[in-house]
């Protein structure tokens, strides 16, 4: 059964700094496109960031590029999500998803993925 963990949300201030870890039981984890997606309330799930499993390349929303760095260590079958600068409008339940594997090409959209975890809550107080 396939697991995506997510940890690393709480409450922040406006301008501060949180990182995301989501852990995957994905085998072989290296082959997998990983995403970060994020809903507000009463708003659709949104992309927010994404990386490849060859090269691997990275994409970003462009509400969050310059502020965000997605990475993956694949020894520890690991996506992160570095936020800095975060803003109220941040605030959103964040979500891991995977794609997989060997996938052609790396989604920007929900839809592309299909694998989910559960989510973790972001707060960021202005």
């Known amino acids: 059964q396939v697991q995506l963990v997510e940890s690393g949300g709480g409450l922040v201030q406006a301008g501060g700094s949180l990182r995301l870890s989501c852990a995957a039981s994905?085998?072989?984890?290296?082959?997998?496109?990983m995403g970060w997606f994020r809903q507000a309330p009463g708003k659709e799930r949104e992309f927010v960031a994404a990386?490849?499993?060859?090269?691997?390349?990275?994409y970003y929303a462009d509400s969050v590029k310059g502020r965000f760095t997605i990475s993956r260590d694949n020894a520890k079958n690991t996506v992160y999500l570095q936020m800095n600068s975060l803003k109220p409008e941040d605030t959103a339940v964040y979500y891991c998803?995977?794609?997989?594997?060997?996938?052609?090409?790396?989604?920007?959209?929900?839809?592309?993925?299909?694998?989910w975890g559960q989510g973790t809550q972001v707060t960021v107080s202005s």
């Open positions: 998803a995977a794609d997989g594997p060997w996938t052609a090409r790396t989604s920007t959209t929900a839809g592309g993925y299909d694998y």
């Open positions: 994905l085998r072989p984890f290296s082959r997998y496109a």
């Open positions: 990386i490849g499993w060859s090269g691997p390349s990275t």
